[in-house]
């Protein structure tokens, strides 16, 4: 996997899945994550990406709002 295919995967992420009502949602999500996680195991910028990332969409929105979300290559 390159760096661009897995800051795609992190873009895409429906990293609200938990809020789900829709049990397949849920799960389509949570089986999502779980490979996030073991992915970014494999390599410590990848890890500084999903990090990066997570902390930028769990931001409350007003504080979000004014920053931008991270990119690429903020990391290569």
Do not use: C
Request: avoid cysteine; proline fraction near 3%.
């Amino acid at each position: 996997m390159t760096n661009e295919e897995f800051f795609d995967l992190l873009e895409r992420h429906d990293w609200y899945y938990n809020y789900s009502d829709d049990h397949r949602v849920w799960k389509k999500g949570s089986e999502a994550s779980k490979r996030l996680q073991a992915i970014i195991q494999e390599n410590d910028m990848w890890t500084r990406m999903y990090l990066a990332y997570s902390d930028y969409i769990f931001k409350p929105l007003q504080e979000r709002q004014s920053l931008e979300a991270p990119k690429l290559e903020d990391f290569v």
